[in-house]
């Protein structure tokens, strides 16, 4: 952020129908989680959030459909960090949960940067600022890299930094993203998109892919960025695994045709 610098992000969805509900004096039900993140550095808490979260009210529990989504900030210096994501369903005895992490920030303003890839449940256009706000649009974060036959479609989203101070006013480079595989580092066939920007403060790229015929398997995400010169400038990957199994039959019934 050019107002406050580096910071980190956390995405927490919850689902719905894994939690215990209480009855209100409205005769509604809802679901309470307690999370906590503790951001440490050797040992030492440097920054922290304790949040409530109550679900919407509903009439039934029979079937929850819902979705608790929480996305926290925590601007940071350069350094080396652990966080412990913790857990809890106030509604139930069963114990809490505990995640742990570590994490590395090395930002450098004079040198084109190229945020993490945050990979995006949906997206719509956005009236009004809030936590899930981001270029004009209120993106609901995916927090995991799984994508099952369910889901046909790959959103993310990113950030790149400094192109002004590294390449100049109003100097002209390209994005490139596509997949690649997990194995080989080959780019997989047909699933690329190159767009060409103008440097600003910070430039924002939001994209899809449709992956309905993408076969099952593990990849990577990339997201490239060139110079006028085709020079590679920064580069991030997101690994993302894939579940398909009717395009895994059309792959097979392509491979035994040539037999």
Do not use: W
């Amino acid at each position: 952020s050019p107002e406050h610098g580096s910071y980190v992000e956390t995405y927490i969805t919850i689902l719905g129908n894994s939690l215990f509900f209480e009855l209100d004096e409205n005769g509604k039900y809802f679901a309470t989680v307690e999370t906590t993140i503790l951001i440490k550095q050797n040992d030492e808490i440097v920054d922290f959030e304790k949040l409530i979260l109550k679900s919407p009210e509903i009439d039934d529990t029979s079937s929850v459909t819902f979705s608790i989504v929480d996305v926290q900030r925590f601007v940071l210096p350069n350094g080396e960090y652990d966080i412990e994501i913790i857990i809890k369903d106030k509604n139930s005895n069963k114990g809490k949960i505990n995640f742990y992490d570590s994490f590395s920030l090395n930002y450098n303003s004079d040198i084109l940067t190229l945020s993490g890839i945050q990979l995006v449940e949906r997206y719509e256009k956005s009236e009004t600022q809030g936590v899930l706000s981001k270029a004009g649009y209120n993106i609901i974060p995916l927090p995991i890299n799984f994508f099952p036959k369910s889901i046909n479609s790959l959103a993310f989203y990113c950030e790149i930094y400094n192109a002004i101070n590294d390449l100049g006013q109003d100097e002209k480079f390209l994005i490139k993203a596509y997949l690649e595989y997990f194995e080989t580092q080959n780019m997989v066939k047909d699933i690329v998109f190159v767009k060409r920007e103008q440097a600003r403060d910070v430039n924002v790229f939001l994209h899809e892919f449709d992956i309905s015929k993408l076969a099952s398997g593990n990849y990577f995400l990339v997201v490239e960025i060139r110079d006028r010169n085709n020079e590679l400038k920064s580069i991030n990957k997101q690994f993302v695994q894939r579940s398909n199994p009717i395009a895994d039959e059309d792959l097979f019934a392509k491979d035994m045709s040539y037999e």
